[in-house]
């Protein structure tokens, strides 16, 4: 099946916000079988954009419609959907009642602009929106099966979701039973975990698993999609396969599907009653702030000491002075010991950051000095990153993280990364 997304706004067209609905949906789509073949992006121009929709309702077999369902006069995308079909726009009692509903909640009066998104195309199918005010609708244009969906993303991705995947599904003819299992690692660049995992996929013989990856440094997804007539048939497909995949990426996996790595991180402290001081420099707290927010932390987290002075760092943990020269890992297992000693916590993670002098470009670094420390013993490791200050910002927060993950879980602290220069 032929699908095409087109995204509507002047504000996507000409860059003033970064058009990350077109990424999901296409990812969304990926996951469950079904490639977007084409892209567009139209501004909120009449003409344009009935050209849009005329010229993929010639050549798509599906296409869905990202923005313009707003109460504003550049939202035109019901009236333009209505011409491209041939048909009147019509007052749809029913969604104009839920939303004045939705108003009502939240004591709020619905502007008189606002009837504007009851307005359908005569022959549209309602897609349900249960978190705003933009009705969804599907309709014919041409040989094209249209789905019309919110720009607001969370309310874009509950409807792709729930409403509009399940269609396409159904229109595609595809097997609806597919299932996404997914590993996150720290450490392996793409290409280099693409060489490790050659052949996993002629493991299930029939090809109904597919491997692919969605790399987002520091991170990377290694994703398989599985399709097969029930929910047993694909974790019976998926088997061998997750096992040849945990093998050859070993220790590198920091989670599976929906897990994170800080939320492993915080499981493994709870499972052992431990807590954590965390201390950080030129990392502006964000090793503190990826665990704070997550439901527990407030048990576990002893304390975060954050700084780009390495005087402070030693005063806040009742050290003497700052080092003089290059900082070493034996600096760091000093700053975790003291840490961990003076706040009492059963765990502490120091990680400091020595940055290079020097215009910020691709040979600019750091030196990433962290340990970890708890009452009876000390582990720590010694890196240099290159790529910018904001790479090795990035990469010393997942550092960090990592290496903890690793202590907790009894595997190396130090294993050779790709992103590292020796």
């Given amino acids: 099946m032929q699908i095409e997304i087109i995204c509507t706004g002047d504000e996507v067209l000409t860059g003033k916000i970064v058009n990350s ?21 139209v501004g909120d121009d009449r003409e344009t954009l009935l050209h849009a929709f005329q010229q993929a309702g010639a050549r798509a077999d599906a296409v869905i419609v990202n923005g313009g369902l707003g109460p504003t006069i550049d939202d035109l995308s019901q009236e333009i959907a209505a011409q491209a079909a041939g048909v009147p726009l019509v007052f749809h009692e029913e969604w104009f009642t839920r939303m004045e509903d939705f108003f009502r909640r939240r004591s709020r009066t619905m502007p008189a602009n606002n009837r504007k998104q ?31 969906t919110p720009g607001v993303p969370r309310e874009l991705r509950r409807m792709l979701e729930e409403q509009v995947i399940p269609r396409l599904l159904l229109k595609s003819g595809l097997q609806s039973t597919i299932h996404l299992k997914r590993f996150h690692s720290y450490g392996l660049g793409e290409s280099h975990v693409d060489s490790l995992l050659t052949g996993v996929e002629d493991l299930v013989p029939d090809g109904s698993v597919k491997l692919g990856f969605r790399a987002h440094y520091p991170q990377l997804e290694t994703k398989l999609t ?64 990826r665990l704070g927010h997550l439901p527990g932390a407030e048990a576990i987290i002893q304390r975060g000491i954050v700084s780009r002075d390495l005087r402070q760092i030693h005063e806040s943990v009742g050290l003497p002075g700052a080092p003089e020269g290059e ?6 297992e000093a700053v975790a010991r003291a840490a961990q000693r003076t706040t009492g916590a059963t765990h502490a993670l120091a990680v400091l950051v020595d940055l290079d002098d020097g215009p910020d470009r691709i040979e600019f670094g750091g030196a990433i000095c962290l340990a970890i420390a708890t009452a009876e013993t000390v582990e720590s490791r010694r890196s240099r990153i290159v790529g910018g200050r904001e790479w090795v910002r990035l990469g010393a927060v997942e550092m960090g993280l990592d290496c903890l993950r690793r202590f907790l879980q009894g595997l190396p602290v130090y294993e050779r990364i790709d992103f590292e220069k020796v």
């Fill in 118 to 148: 009851a307005m359908l195309p005569a022959t549209a199918e309602m897609i349900d929106n249960p978190i705003g005010t933009a009705c969804g609708f599907a309709l014919d244009i041409g040989r094209a099966r249209f789905f019309f």
């Fill in 226 to 289: 599985a399709r097969g007539s029930d929910l047993d048939d694909i974790k019976a497909k998926l088997v061998p396969v997750e096992q040849e995949i945990r093998k050859r990426l070993g220790n590198f996996i920091l989670a599976e599907d929906d897990q994170t790595l800080e939320g492993v991180i915080l499981g493994a402290l709870a499972k052992c009653a431990g807590t954590v001081t965390i201390v950080e420099t030129f990392t502006s707290g964000q090793i503190a702030a």
């Fill in 21 to 41: 609905n077109f990424s999901y949906m296409s990812q969304k789509l990926e996951d469950v079988g079904l490639s977007v073949r084409w892209g567009t992006t």
């Fill in 327 to 332: 900082l070493t890992r034996e600096h760091a």
